[in-house]
């Protein structure tokens, strides 16, 4: 069972979530959490073949005919202003956040095996003015807060490249000041073990890539390699190896070097970057549209796409589910290696 809050409600995350939960159906149970009237009218528009029905509860879900997809509520109705494409509210910002909240809910319980996310805008939640919008930065910092402050990596998955983030959101001026040895070796040992369950290689390395040009050029361009990288890398192996893992961490590595050899020889299983866009940037560039973002580190298993909420495609029915259904693709698969329903005491 996937629990899938769906996004914003003025872009593309309601259809998105539609089509790719008809397509998945499948694979796996699939509730939607979001506003009924808000998914039935794009599915008017993407031309739906399901019938969506409103549930109190993912078991109500399950229990459906092949045909249906239940839809939890978790906010009050939206009203015809928050519904219309294209258009962001505070109120569509507060809605977005309680179906989120809703949706970790149903997983941390274990009524739910997987939490998938539609696009979210970081601003209208921030200014919506709900209960602990003002701090919203993002899915990933948002939910290892609410599931009581656990260790969090955010991660981009595809095929073709692997690459997980040391820091997030962060102007990247305060990269430099803000990222510690603990920030590399939480990546890292995380990211290592992502690949362990996926069953990638197990004589292929994670690459540490380097903050600096060239891996600094040995201080010539910034020390951080030697006073940040190398104590974390050295981390992360102390951490792996007590768990008696014995992938190997090569780095710090420059980025360049370590992302080319990645996507054309296959020469390391994953990356490390250091800062947002040092990932974004190449996994956008070699798998928009088929990469997952995966938040590593949580007691649940968390997925999203890899792109925002694209207002301009919005109740257009021309947005690409893609996507979402490899996000939904992963969750299934990461729930299934697990086995178990995840359950987790610190839910809210």
Not at 4 to 26: D, F, M, Q, T, W
Not at 58 to 77: H, M
Request: net charge negative.
């Amino acid at each position: 069972m996937l629990a899938v809050s769906i996004g914003c409600p003025a872009g593309i995350g309601p259809e998105i979530s539609l089509r790719a939960a008809i397509e998945h159906r499948r694979d796996a149970d699939v509730v939607l959490v979001g506003d009924l009237a808000l998914l039935r009218t794009r599915g008017d528009i993407v031309g739906s073949p399901a019938s969506l029905v409103a549930v109190s509860d993912a078991n109500e879900a399950r229990s459906l005919p092949p045909r249906a997809i239940g839809v939890l509520s978790a906010a009050p109705p939206l009203s015809q202003d928050a519904s219309r494409p294209g258009v962001a509210t505070p109120e569509g910002g507060a809605a977005q956040l309680a179906w989120i909240d809703a949706a970790c809910d149903l997983v941390a319980r274990g009524d739910a095996d997987a939490l998938v996310t539609g696009p979210a805008s970081k601003a209208a939640v921030a200014s919506s003015g709900a209960p602990g919008a003002a701090t919203f930065l993002g899915h990933t910092e948002h939910l290892g807060a609410r599931l009581g402050g656990v260790e969090t990596v955010m991660c981009f998955w595809a095929q073709t490249l692997t690459i997980s983030l040391a820091t997030t959101h962060l102007p990247l001026r305060a990269v430099a000041q803000s990222l510690r040895a603990e920030d590399v070796a939480r990546a890292t040992y995380w990211t290592a073990r992502l690949m362990d369950e996926l069953d990638v290689d197990p004589t292929l390395a994670i690459a540490v890539l380097s903050l600096n040009p060239h891996a600094g050029e040995s201080g010539l361009l910034g020390d951080e390699e030697r006073t940040v990288l190398d104590p974390g890398i050295a981390l992360a192996r102390e951490r792996l190896a007590a768990e008696g893992r014995t992938r190997a961490i090569a780095g710090p590595v420059p980025a360049e070097s370590a992302i080319r050899r990645t996507v054309h020889e296959h020469a390391y299983a994953a990356c490390v970057a250091m800062y947002h866009d040092q990932a974004t940037i190449p996994s956008k560039l070699v798998a928009f549209g088929d990469a997952v973002n995966v938040t590593l580190g949580m007691p649940i298993i968390r997925t999203s796409v890899d792109h925002g909420t694209a207002y301009d495609l919005a109740g257009t029915g021309r947005a690409d589910a893609r996507g979402m259904k490899a996000a939904m693709e992963l969750a299934t698969r990461l729930a299934r290696k697990r086995g178990y329903q995840s359950t987790f005491s610190g839910a809210r």
